[in-house]
């Protein structure tokens, strides 16, 4: 696109403003590279990177590139077999580290763009680790990057130990009386002492320095020379190790260079993003709509590089003309008006956001061209009218299709006259072409050219007379005036000098300028009613855009609730399966009672209860749960949980929890989970001994009432498995447990009963033939046979 048009409406101040919102160089470059593009994909992507970056922040704020650095240098110099430092190490790792939180943030992300940038970002794991394990936070190599290191560190503290002492041996006693001073110091990176230069003879040693006077020289002792050369040589290994590992370090960056680099261009491109995501967020813009026909609707358009209190303007051109002539006073904005049009379309092609509200319409210009401000030039000869004249020449030859003009000033410089047929003249030619143009000017000849010709519309900018101030209100469609006498009134001048001015007007200037208020009034009633149509028309689009979005709306709450129905009788279907699965394994290991069958079944129906019957909706409204039970003492009930029957022995924590005595054992359960059972007839009163003895007695000794053994065995039967599973159990509990089930058998009156053990080591086993060896209610025992458990289950006969 044309450079110099671009630098004329700011445009690369904007550039600028954007590259200060980067964090790091690489994507301050791609901020100073920024240039509008004529290609609307390459426009569509750029603006869906702005959108899709503005949308994540505006989410989580706190992502961002951190303490990346620019890496590429130190990538290169490591790719050409250079020595990295420990300093480009260190921006290596913090790079990586901020990469990883990046690309956290980003894989998460859905929206498109940002999710294939995640997988431009390489954290490379194993560089890290290492430059972690090698380097401390300030830059400096621990002796953990490698395993000689430490080693050598080690000795080169020892050996400056053992030359400091003997250094410090000497000048604290045997030197004493010959030294300048009672110091070691280091001259050449030797340690020496300061030897008066008289007693010299008493020091056996080589000369590294003297003083300045010649009184003091600095000698190391002939002692500690080979110590001395010992902690040198200690350094140079060292050093020598060092240089080994940042070659090692440096070459697995030089592997990895690729990664590296494609690591960077992604963190670049994102911060890029951020940084127009910002700058979106402080001229407070919007994505303009991408015309597909050359027209440009811009609504409360304002231009970014103003400050303080802004007017916005609205600014229509394409739609029925291609030139709109913007007049009115000076200062009253129509400069302005032009720098926004043409700014504002080089953002968009730019992928920028644009100051403007919602519904803002541009087109993708092939080019566009701007003739802004004063030409003139001395050391060119140029005067404001050829230096303006030469720029549009320029315009005049590259302006067609596609093409957006800017003329400020148009013919100014000139004879009026003369100047004012010249502009039509461009304006007709740049119509004909087909290029969209926008012009302001002072002369009265263009206005009337705006109101005859077909192509064309005035446009002017409203100026207060009362405040003598601009309001830099834009209105399409009436031509404006320059004001002139009315001004000078307002400012003083004599009365009798503005009435002779308007005396020297000609009848037809008087004319015209009275054709041109009716045409202001008849257009303004024309604008007015226009504008109320408009109005009536973004209403009815706003209540098409809300019942639409009401019946999507409706119809998602439809599809979720049949999707959270299906989901809701696949999780009752699949509570069912387990419930029979549980039973059938139940079955399978001869553990199940009536009872637990009976809950089993009553679950069941219980989850089926919940499914709606074919062609039955779900009650808006969950029927009232019965109000709670009052247990008392003596009270008979089941427990769902279990299935332990018996009566309420003892009642705890207000009535919440009850102990249930069953089957000779007392059983704690919540009084939610109880249900009730009739009474029997007759009380039974159960009294048994666990072990040898068991006897059954009835209250009061009378045989006559009640049901007799025949009921308590059939309320045995309904309770009392006909197996019993000891594995797992300690022997002590397992024939504790093995006493209560075969006194719970017998009162059932079953015939034989299965006790599983298992194989294991053998001890249960033997204690539980050896305790059914000597049971009382025991006839025989004998092992499992094939089908029965084997030698891992014992049948008792009762």
């Known amino acids: 696109m044309d450079a110099r048009s671009i630098a004329l409406l700011e445009f690369p101040i904007l550039r600028e403003r954007l590259a200060e919102k980067t964090s790091f160089p690489p994507s301050r470059r791609l901020a100073e590279g920024l240039v509008p593009d004529s290609d609307p994909v390459v426009v569509a992507r750029s603006l869906d990177e702005t959108d899709q970056a503005r949308a994540l922040l505006s989410e989580r704020p706190g992502v961002g590139i951190g303490a990346a650095h620019d890496i590429g240098p130190s990538v290169e110099r490591a790719a050409r077999g250079g020595r990295l430092d420990p300093a480009q190490f260190l921006e290596l790792a913090e790079t990586l580290d901020a990469t990883v939180r990046l690309q956290t943030s980003l894989a998460e992300d859905r929206r498109p763009l940002l999710h294939a940038l995640a997988r431009e970002l390489h954290p490379l794991p194993a560089i890290r680790t290492t430059l972690a394990r090698s380097f401390d936070p300030t830059g400096e190599l621990l002796d953990t990057a490698s395993p000689r290191l430490g080693g050598l560190r080690a000795a080169v503290r020892v050996a400056y130990d053992r030359l400091r002492r003997r250094l410090d041996a000497l000048v604290g006693s045997e030197l004493g009386g010959a030294l300048q001073d009672p110091i070691v110091t280091l001259r050449n990176g030797r340690y020496v002492v300061p030897v008066k230069a008289e007693a010299r003879s008493r020091v056996k040693g080589i000369v590294h320095d003297s003083s300045g006077s010649g009184a003091t020289l600095f000698i190391e002792p002939l002692i500690a020379v080979e110590l001395g050369n010992a902690w040198r040589e200690a350094q140079v290994a060292e050093r020598e190790e060092v240089d080994r590992i940042l070659d090692e370090l440096s070459a697995l960056v030089a592997a990895n260079a690729v990664a590296l680099r494609e690591t960077l261009d992604a963190l670049a491109r994102f911060d890029f993003w951020a940084a127009k995501a910002g700058l979106a967020a402080d001229v407070d813009g919007t994505r303009a709509e991408t015309a597909t026909r050359p027209e440009v609707i811009l609504l409360s358009a304002r231009h970014p590089g103003l400050t303080g209190r802004v007017i916005p303007v609205d600014i229509r051109l394409g739609d029925g003309y291609t030139a709109l002539v913007v007049t009115g006073p000076n200062t009253g904005g129509k400069t302005v008006t032009l720098r926004t049009l043409g700014l504002l379309a080089l953002m968009h092609q730019a992928g920028l956001h644009v100051p403007a509200e919602a519904g803002s319409q541009l087109p993708i210009f092939r080019d566009v061209f701007a003739d802004i401000g004063d030409e003139q030039s001395i050391a060119q000869s140029l005067s404001t009218f050829s230096g303006h004249l030469r720029s549009i020449t320029r315009i005049v030859e590259s302006a067609g299709p596609g093409t957006l003009v800017l003329l400020d000033e148009l013919g100014a410089g000139t004879d009026p006259t003369e100047g004012s047929a010249l502009a039509q003249a461009l304006l007709d030619h740049f119509i004909r072409t087909g290029a969209l143009v926008a012009a302001t000017t002072h002369y009265a000849e263009l206005k009337a050219y705006a109101h005859t010709t077909a192509g064309a519309r005035n446009a002017s ?236 007695t009835r209250s009061g000794g009378d045989r006559g009432r009640g049901p007799g053994i025949g009921a308590i065995q059939l309320d045995r039967a309904r309770s009392v498995a006909s197996s019993l599973d000891l594995r797992g159990a300690r022997v002590e509990e397992a024939l504790a447990a093995l006493d209560r089930y075969l006194d719970d058998a017998a009162l059932a009156g079953l015939d034989q009963v299965v006790v599983i053990h298992g194989l294991g080591t053998g001890a249960l086993r033997d204690a539980v033939r050896e305790r059914a060896r000597a049971h009382p209610l025991a006839a025989s025992f004998r092992p499992g046979e094939r089908g029965e458990g084997g030698d891992g289950a014992t049948i008792v006969k009762l």
């Open 461 to 696: 900018v409203e100026f207060d007379l009362e405040t003598l101030s601009p309001t830099y209100h834009l209105t399409i469609g009436l031509p404006g005036g320059s004001q002139a006498f009315a001004i000078a009134e307002r400012l003083g001048l004599a009365p009798e000098i503005v009435a002779d001015a308007r005396s020297r007007l000609s009848e037809n200037q008087r004319a015209f300028e009275e054709t041109l208020a009716r045409i202001r009034e008849t257009e303004g009633e024309t604008s007015e009613a226009l504008e109320r149509a408009r109005a009536a028309e973004a209403r009815a689009t706003d209540a098409l855009r809300t019942a639409d979005e009401d019946r999507r709306r409706a119809r998602r709450e439809r599809d979720d609730a049949i999707r959270a129905a299906r989901l809701e009788a696949e999780k009752l279907v699949d509570t069912i399966r387990d419930e029979v699965r549980a039973t059938r394994q139940a079955l399978e290991r001869e553990t199940v009672t009536a009872p637990s069958l009976d809950a089993a079944v009553a679950r069941a129906e219980a989850q089926l209860g919940r499914l709606p019957g074919e062609g039955e909706a779900a009650p808006e409204t969950p029927a009232e749960p019965p109000p709670p039970r009052v247990w008392r003492l003596g009270d008979r009930a089941r427990s769902r949980e279990g299935s332990w029957e018996g009566r309420i022995a003892a009642l705890e924590k207000g009535g919440t929890r009850a102990t249930l005595e069953s089957g000779g054992m007392r059983v704690s359960v919540d009084t939610a989970e109880l249900d009730p059972i009739a009474d029997e007839p007759a009380e039974v009163d159960e009294d048994r001994t666990i072990g040898r003895n068991a006897r059954i």
